[in-house]
């Protein structure tokens, strides 16, 4: 169990992009998102100004905790933060546009219901996203930087959440356990059933006839 000095020391070196702005007056945000790889549903963005003070304890890749954790982790960001706002963009979009520029679209929707303005921008991977303000693209940022963490856990609990509401709606999908990636049992459903509503034509042609 890792102890309380080493978990201050750890979440330091996690906050070593966002010194190197804070120090220079700068106002930081971080911005991840959660979703591109799935079969159905949406993609999620966020965008999430934290405060110098205090770090959350905890805080990693939401990719590294377990569901739980995020959970609890979710909500002491939402209380912490400074601001944040959420983008989505559905499967629909994600169809007429292709997934990466449906990412991009997200991630400025997530800036703007931020309603604050930053000075710069820490971003998990992708560049090319049009926001008023410096963009520094991390590959592996989630693992990297402190605010993108803190991004990628709302995202994932954002999307997790909505995902669990489909589920409701089509239950033969198993959406609640596989948050819409193409697992063996999803796959399975999608070629008996056909696809529903919140499929993604584009990413099902080799499963089924899109068309249906």
């Known amino acids: 169990m890792r102890s309380k000095i080493d978990e201050q020391q750890r979440l330091f070196e996690l906050t070593k992009y966002e010194r190197e702005l804070w120090e220079k007056g700068l ?86 219901n931020m309603h604050t303005e930053a000075d710069a921008a820490l971003i998990d991977a992708v560049e090319g996203i049009d926001i008023p303000c410096r963009k520094i693209p991390l590959i592996h940022g989630d693992a990297l930087s402190y605010s993108i ?21 089509y239950p033969e999908y198993g959406f609640a356990k596989n948050k819409g990636y193409g697992t063996a049992e999803h796959i399975a459903a999608l070629k008996k059933l056909g696809p529903c509503p919140i499929h993604r034509r584009s990413f099902i042609k080799n499963f089924v006839d899109s068309d249906e």
């Open 27 to 112: 106002v930081v945000c971080g911005m991840d998102e959660v979703g591109r790889g799935p079969l159905a549903g949406p993609v999620v963005t966020c965008c999430v100004i934290m405060p110098r003070e205090p770090l959350i304890e905890g805080v990693n890749d939401s990719k590294k905790l377990s569901e739980k954790k995020r959970e609890a982790l979710y909500e002491s960001i939402m209380n912490e933060a400074v601001a944040y706002g959420f983008g989505v963009c559905g499967e629909d979009v994600i169809d007429e546009i292709n997934i990466l520029n449906a990412t991009k679209r997200a991630f400025a929707e997530s800036y703007r």
């Open 149 to 169: 963490a803190c991004a990628s856990i709302l995202a994932k609990v954002k999307r997790d959440r909505m995902l669990a509401e489909m589920d409701e709606l």
